[in-house]
Each structure stands twice: as C-alpha cells, then as structure tokens.
C-alpha cells in the first residue's frame, strides 16, 4: 500500500540530512504524486534538506520553497516559484506561450502552456509590435 512505502520511505530517510531526488513522482498517478511530495514537505519539516529535479512545474510552484530555473544546462534564475515562474521568462525559457495565474485555493502558481488554437487567438489580440 501506499501508505506502507511511505513509512519504510520515511524510516530509510530518517538516517540522512540531506536527500536528493530526480522526478520522485515522475510515474505515479496523481494521488501518489501529491503523498510523496507530502512526504518530501514533511521530512523537510523534520530538519532535511530536500533537493528535487522536476520538469512539472505546478508541483514545483505548490511544494518548493525555492527553484532554480534550468536551461540548455545553464541557470536562468533562481529564487521563490512567484519569483522565477513567471511569464515573461517561463515563455522565453520554453519558446511558447505559457498561462501563468495565482490558484485562489493554493496561493500557488498555476501553470499552463496553451495550444496552438489559444496561442493564435493570442496572438490576434496582442500583436507583437514589429
């Protein structure tokens, strides 16, 4: 069960300061996403330092104190989600238009890319001036 992997989890973690992870949830359906990264938030409560590589930017926005924007192997930036997540660099970072709004239930960042229907439409209302 999933609260049984959670327990060995957190009694292995128990031994270590610091741990790092690359996609922890990577494969796990939603709610086992949301219970490990619970985990992770809960063992970071208790005193370790969690390191994290995650390509979902909403779990980053709504878990991570602090990201570090990476791309082609370089640092963009560095700081709070509200911070580093925005529109301006998410777009110039991705090279697409990506939504970026405040969930009014989380406090977090919310954020979406748009489909080539919505970029366009997008685009019609806000020409980019040449």
Known sequence: SA??????MAAYASDYTHWDWDEPAAFLDIRYEVEMYDLLRDL????MTVVTVLHDL????LYCERVVLVHEGRVVQVG??????TYTTLTAVYGTEIYVSMNDITGSLNI?????????????EFPKPR
């Open 44 to 47: 970071q409560a208790n005193g």
């Open 58 to 61: 909403n779990l980053a926005a």
């Open 80 to 85: 709070t989600p509200a911070e580093v997540m």
């Open 112 to 124: 979406l890319p748009l489909s080539r229907e919505h970029r366009e439409r997008l685009g019609q």
């Open 3 to 8: 609260d049984g992997h959670n327990w060995s």
